[in-house]
Structures are given as structure tokens and as C-alpha cells.
């Protein structure tokens, strides 16, 4: 069975916490692209889509008197827009978590482009990021006020994501999402020193019922239903503490490498729910991390990277991505543990 830390909730627990905002609410300026799905819409219908979780009643009150311009001019809520419309507008009392935003272009084809994902930094809108996630982001920086995701990474993962430059793009990418990406290759730096120099591990994976963090993966007992998984692993360099770490996915199951990192009693650092049986995860939902769990984690986010994509464009053609870029915490434990 789980451990579970004294006045923790007995009922499993998943990543919807509560937001506590740490600074006073602020007035904010929000600039918009119109997307092709949102043509012929209102602009009053455009802004409530972006912030769906506001009440009906009280949204209007957020949105600040005479600031809606479309396109360079003062504009009434009720004007219809169109795709590439460029929609400003300020609103109050707004405030989001604070987030790494400084993702990057790594490579641009007809269709598809690569970026770089920094860690914290939302694929998508959460209930707590819904102008600063990397959908938003690009859309915003980009000439592709349209792109959209092709493929997801988790919150502190960092690395390489595909988006499509439009939504009728990401339409005929997305089922051929398998057969696109030919090859995927992450590097982890993770806790302790393998007794092996690659490793292969096949597995199914779940959720269990008496975890107390629903979103934990398994790896199945035998007579228990899961889904299969594949992971190839080799130890690219290796500290008294710590080992870096290629990981080859052949399946893309949820939280694979982390699950199957920490099956081999080789958890990432910095991961909250695979290592330390999860404490620190249950911890953070009750914003009870303390500056020496901090120091025990060894990083504010897991330490796993979306280092590599091969992409398969047609019969013919093939494109290998890598990125250059890695977090302060990766770099700060690289330079003090593996730097010779």
C-alpha cells in the first residue's frame, strides 16, 4: 500500500489544485490572432472562449470599459471578426501562475513545425494558464495564429513538440501522428548508477484504484489489465549520484519513462509522483513543500527532456530534430556533477 503522510486526504488526489495567487490581482492587456474556427464570431464570443471558466454574469465586469480594439480600432463587444483579425483587450483583477515562456523555433516545414517546450510552460489552456501556455504562445509570436498541438508533453517535461501551422494542417497530421514520428529519443538525468549499460523494458501499464494519486502509473501485476509499453534505455554518462540517461520510446504511453525509470529503482530527479512514493506531490496539493524538500528533489521540475524526433514527411524524406536547450536546473546539476 501507498504511504501516506499524516493529514494527508484519504481519497486519491490528482494535479486540479486550488490556485493561490501569490501577488495582487492586475489589470492585463490581452492580444489575440482570431483562429479559423472562430471566424464570424463576435468579439464578446471570441474573448468569453478564452476564458470559459468565468460566470456568464459576472464576465463582462472583467473585461475593462472601451479597451476591446480590433485591429488597431476601438471596437464594440458585439462586432463580428474574422480569421487573422488581430483582437486586443484588457481586463481586471486577472492572474495567472507563473510560468517559463521562452519557448523556441527549432525547425519549419510546409506544414509542421518544431519547438521547444520549456518547463512549467502549459501545452495548452489550464484551469490556472489560460493566455501563457505554449498553444497560445506561439500563436501569439508566430505568423501561425492558428497553429495547433499535434502531440502533448507533461507540465515539467521540457523539449521538442510538434504543431501543426493550422487547424486544417494539425487535421491531417494528427492521424498519421504514429507513422510521422519514426523515432522519439528523450534524455533523463536520474538518481544512482545502473548495474547496466542498456536496458530494455516491456511492460503494461495502469492506474490503481488504492493509489492515493489517481494519475500515478503502474506497472501491472500479472492477471491485472494494462496497456503495453515499450522503453530502450542507455546510460549516456554516469556521477557518483546521478546517471544521464537516452531513452528510446517504441509505445507513448502516459508517463512512461517515468514509470518505468522508477520501476528500476532509478526514478528522475526532481520527479514529485515517481519518486519518494509520490510524498512530494501529495505535499505540493497541500502547498506543504518545504525549502529541504526542495533540496531533496534536487530540482523544482523533473529533469526529463524531449531531446530527439525523426520525422517520416513521405516515402522519400526524412528529418532529424534535436534541441540545443536545457533548463537552469538541468545545467546546474550537469555543471556539478558531470562536468569533468
Known amino acids: 500500500m501507498p504511504r501516506r503522510h499524516s493529514g494527508m486526504p484519504s481519497q486519491p488526489l490528482c494535479s486540479k489544485a486550488t490556485v493561490h495567487l501569490t501577488t495582487p490581482p492586475l489589470s492585463h492587456q490581452f492580444s489575440h490572432h482570431v483562429a ?27 473585461v475593462i470599459a472601451n479597451t476591446v480594439v480590433i485591429d488597431g480600432k476601438v471596437s464594440d463587444l458585439s462586432e463580428v471578426v474574422e480569421t487573422g483579425q488581430r483582437l486586443d483587450f484588457s481586463i481586471e483583477n486577472y492572474q495567472e501562475d507563473e510560468v517559463d515562456s521562452n519557448w523556441k523555433l527549432l ?46 508533453l507533461d507540465l515539467d517535461t521540457s523539449g521538442i513538440v510538434l504543431m501543426a501551422k493550422t487547424g486544417e494542417f494539425a487535421s491531417k497530421w494528427q492521424p498519421q501522428l504514429r507513422q510521422l514520428m519514426e523515432q522519439k529519443v528523450y534524455h533523463a538525468i536520474v ?10 523494458l516491456l511492460c503494461d501499464l495502469n ?5 492515493l494519486i489517481r494519475c500515478q502509473m503502474h506497472i501491472c501485476l500479472p492477471g491485472e489489465k494494462g496497456k503495453f509499453s515499450h522503453t530502450r534505455f542507455k ?28 520501476h528500476l529503482d532509478h526514478p528522475i530527479v526532481g520527479d514529485k509522483i515517481y519518486s519518494n512514493n509520490g510524498d512530494y506531490y501529495l505535499k505540493r496539493l ?31 524524406q526524412t528529418v532529424t530534430i534535436s534541441t540545443p536547450h536545457r533548463s537552469k536546473s538541468w545545467q546546474t546539476l550537469w555543471q556539478q556533477q558531470f562536468k569533468s
Not at 538518481?191 to 530494455?200: A, D, I, K, L, M
Not at 531533496?296 to 514527411?313: E, I
Request: with cysteine.
Open 191 to 200: 538518481h544512482g548508477s545502473p548495474n547496466w549499460q542498456t536496458r530494455e
Open 36 to 62: 479559423h474556427g472562430q471566424s464570424g464570431k463576435s468579439a464578446e464570443w471570441v474573448i468569453r472562449s478564452l476564458f470559459p471558466y468565468l460566470d456568464a454574469l459576472i464576465w463582462q465586469d472583467f
Open 207 to 211: 492506474t490503481r484504484s488504492d493509489s
Open 107 to 152: 525547425w519549419e516545414g510546409q506544414e509542421i513545425i518544431a519547438v521547444h517546450k520549456p518547463p512549467t510552460l502549459p501545452v495548452s489552456r489550464t484551469t490556472r494558464n489560460v493566455y501563457n501556455n505554449l498553444v497560445q504562445l506561439v500563436r501569439r509570436q508566430s505568423p501561425w495564429g492558428d497553429a495547433h498541438l499535434l502531440h502533448r
Open 235 to 262: 546510460v549516456l554518462k554516469r556521477s557518483e549520484n546521478f546517471s544521464l540517461i537516452k531513452c528510446q520510446l517504441i509505445t507513448g504511453r502516459k508517463h512512461q519513462i517515468r514509470a518505468h525509470l522508477a
Open 286 to 316: 497541500q502547498d506543504a513543500v518545504t525549502e529541504a524538500d526542495k533540496t531533496q528533489l534536487g530540482s523544482d521540475h523533473h529533469l526529463l527532456l524531449a531531446q530527439q524526433v525523426t520525422l517520416r514527411l513521405d516515402a522519400q
